[in-house]
């Protein structure tokens, strides 16, 4: 009898072996999405994930999240009950505006990255941005620069002070009336760390997300809790030149790709957001300096474990000269940099080469 | 320690017979998984066109290819060459998703006015 039984044990065992291996341990499947919903851009990730329904609860927690700070970061729109940065620009230089904790917790890390970068990265900047956008928001027929005088007034509205952080009563307010906030340049980055804690935190082990240029990995490919394996995530870095009449001809020896696994890569360029007025490249990254946008590089690109700091970074190193900027990147630890310049040359910070996979 | 004294006392409770089961049965599975391994990757790349989110066609890319996608949106003209894919013309205005070139495993080709990805899948 015993016998027997053993027998039947090994047989059943034996017959749920292959169906248990399908189902789970052997094969992680990876499933991708894309999204033109949120920021202003393409936004995709890809999960290894043992099953269709794994896959779509991984999906709604990515468009929650996605969704939720796509509304509180927008400048350009209000929505019915919630309080986000375009209501502040509306309401706080008047009187306290009572805001959510998310919000809250965006502005204190955006006044830190503004420290961090000295002032490059500023979401206090919106006087001067806002300008800018409208140039280039103007009609092809219409297209015209922002005027000096006006440039130069908005300037002066733009001390990240003056922005009145309350973190008990949670409420916000502008000693500066004429200041709005912008938080463009790391509103992408601080997203994508949001959404990668959610779906971290909800036990997912191995993706990759991005929201427009702002790349962000966990885990190695198809590793699991239990599982763990050595497959890098990987990210090409774009070549800015194929972009522009006059840098068509050049070419660039750019990394295959970078290993991003559990880190973040960023990259700001002027290659896509732009318009030409007699001859000349006006991007959206607009210098606190010169109140215009800078043409010393094409793009440069960020790596790092945060990607609100890769955003912030990439976004003032576009400003900043490329001593000053590898002055930035080599006093900061964790934090590593690839700068293109309009004459195709490509320069690396000390430490970027050990994420380089040629 | 009483459990394991009467085992000792009795025959051998795994025979010949039940390594022999368990031993095929593991190789069936072997041999299935290895089967499907090699059915997954034989399927080669594949091009994936999407128009807002959703899948709008899928080619592949060892065949050449000229797919025109219109839509409400505009219209692009999507071409698969020598294993290659890219975008070769578009009405819309910034032409981004033309510019940027062909499509790779790591890159997938936007055109944001017009809400179309090209991108290369690799099953």
Known sequence: MAKKGLVSILVVMGMILPVFCFSSCGVLRAYSSGYFDYFDTYSSFTVYASSKEEFNSFAEIFESEAEKYHKLLNIYEKYDGLVNLASLNDQAAGEKVEVSRELMDFLLEAKKIEETTHGYTNIAFGAVTSLWHEARESSEEEKYLPNDNELNEAAKHTDISCLVLDTDNLTVRFTDCDMKLDGGAIGKGYAADRIAEALSDAGYHSFLISLGGNVVSRGHKGETERKKTDEPWLSGIEDPTAYFEHTKDISLALPKSVDITDMSLVTSGSYQRYFELDGKIYHHIISPDSLYPENNFLSVSVIGSSSTLCDGFSTALFSMDLSDGKELVESTVGVEAIWITVGGEIIFSEGFESYTVS | ?123
């Open chain 2, 1 to 123: 320690m009483g459990m394991k004294k009467n085992n000792e006392g009795k025959k051998k409770i795994i025979g010949r017979t039940d390594i022999l089961i368990l031993v095929s049965l593991v190789a069936v599975s072997v041999v299935a998984l290895v089967l499907f391994g090699i059915m997954f990757n034989a399927r080669g790349k594949t091009v994936v066109v999407t128009v807002d989110g959703e899948e709008y066609a899928t080619l592949s890319l060892d065949e050449d290819t000229v797919l025109e996608v219109k839509t409400e949106r505009g219209y692009n003209l999507v071409v698969v060459e020598d294993g290659k894919v890219y975008v070769k013309e578009s009405d819309c205005p910034d032409k981004i998703c033309v510019k940027s070139g062909e499509a790779t495993e790591l890159k997938t080709v936007v055109c944001l006015p017009h809400r179309l990805t090209v991108s290369i899948n690799n099953k």
